[in-house]
């Protein structure tokens, strides 16, 4: 049972244009989430994270929105660049748990 | 090394053999993790090391997954008698101290390959 889904496997964008990221989660524990960007043969990178005691965090380009109601989170890019296109995991964890679970990843590609 | 180091890169095995992955972490981190990646799918937790506690192995999938860390430090993730569904990508990552919300710092991780 996927705790963390990122449902759509592949997103493409126009350069300068915005990305939005989605993620839906199920279990209603998770209080911290976390996006990493993974390049082909490299390891995941953090990018960006949201406690759930807040609704939005932004950094530079990069912002995400938590709708706790809703169990939903998403990452918004903008605007987009083509060194942008990675794959981007989403994440959660719950305070009391030393591990993060994933989502499957959405692969994005910003076309110049 | 600066970051997060792995070995080997890419492993080729028959079915049925045992592999042997390593993982040096960053210097003076204390929690290491190992998570693998299969074809199509998200990243998935396997073992967790914190300092000098017990590991949190409820992601091992089966008791041909074993891992221990020594030292403190270089952590090796052993798979006995392979069979196909166990290639994937072998990541491991580290944290400073371990606290929940902090951010893992990743590998390159291994593509292990079962033939």
């Known amino acids: 049972d996927q705790q963390v889904k990122q449902n759509s496997p592949s997103l493409s964008v126009q350069e300068g244009r915005i990305s939005i990221l989605n993620c839906d989660y199920t279990?209603?524990?998770?209080?911290?989430f976390l996006w990493y960007k993974k390049y082909p043969a490299e390891g995941p990178t953090f990018l960006i994270s949201i406690s759930s005691i807040k609704d939005k965090n932004e950094d530079g380009r990069f912002t995400v929105f938590l709708n706790k109601s809703a169990k939903h989170l998403s990452l918004h890019i903008v605007p987009s660049q083509p060194g942008d296109s990675a794959v981007y995991f989403c994440a959660a964890s719950r305070g009391s748990q030393g591990n993060l679970i994933f989502g499957k990843g959405t692969k994005l590609s910003v076309k110049p | 090394g600066a970051g997060v180091s792995q070995s080997p890169s890419n492993k080729v095995t028959e079915k049925g053999k045992d592999v042997e992955l390593r993982c040096d972490p960053i210097s003076g981190h204390t929690a290491l993790y190992w998570y693998r990646q299969s074809l199509g799918q998200g990243l998935e937790f396997l073992i967790y090391f914190q300092g000098n506690s017990a590991p949190d192995k409820s992601g091992l999938p089966s008791d041909r997954f074993s891992a221990e860390r020594t030292g403190g430090s270089v952590s090796t993730l052993t798979i006995q008698r392979t069979q196909q569904e166990d290639s994937a990508v072998y990541l491991c990552?580290?944290?400073?101290?371990?606290?929940?919300?902090?951010?893992?710092?990743f590998g390159s991780g291994t593509q292990l390959s079962v033939l």
């Open positions: 990552a580290s944290s400073s101290t371990g606290g929940f919300y902090e951010k893992l710092f």
């Open positions: 279990n209603s524990m998770f209080d911290y």
